[in-house]
């Protein structure tokens, strides 16, 4: 009888002699004590967490719904759940999120952007709305400008 293999419970290590040039997509936990030169990604609706640690380097996007920040991050962040910068965080670059924590001693060289969970959903619905509601206004206009000449 085989057991069911669960992931959400798997910690990934990235260790300080280790540097991984490419992206990246995990679930369960990722600690990176090491450098990723490229973007790192979990689902939103999966319970993901990035942990980057004092000695941890990330350049590129980060795209988790958990992250805990202790290290340098050279990009943008994006946290759909929550997001801990502690006393060593440097993050150059833009920060999205929904619930975060600053511990004294953190940085932040870019824009704290909060999101709510509505702003957090696929846009894709809201653009396609907007479209058409604008091309049926666009059209409305067309015809009052052709009748009234």
Do not use: W
Not at 115 to 128: I, T, V, W
């Amino acid at each position: 009888m085989k057991k069911k293999f669960s992931t959400e419970n798997i910690t990934t290590l990235i260790s300080k002699a280790t540097e991984i040039t490419g992206d990246l997509h995990f679930s369960g936990v990722l600690e990176v004590e090491g450098k990723i030169r490229g973007n790192i990604y979990a689902d939103d609706d999966s319970s993901a967490e990035l942990r980057i640690r004092e000695s941890g380097l990330v350049q590129g996007e980060i795209k988790v719904p958990s992250v805990i920040i202790n290290g340098l991050v050279e990009g943008d962040v994006h946290s759909t759940q929550h997001l801990e910068l502690a006393a060593k965080a440097r993050v150059v670059g833009n920060v999205y999120y929904h619930l975060i924590e600053m511990v004294m001693g953190s940085e932040v060289n870019g824009s704290l952007c909060h999101r709510s969970s509505a702003d957090m959903k696929p846009r894709q619905l809201g653009m396609e709305k907007t479209g058409v509601l604008g091309a049926e206004s666009s059209a409305e206009n067309v015809e009052k400008a052709a009748g009234s000449s």
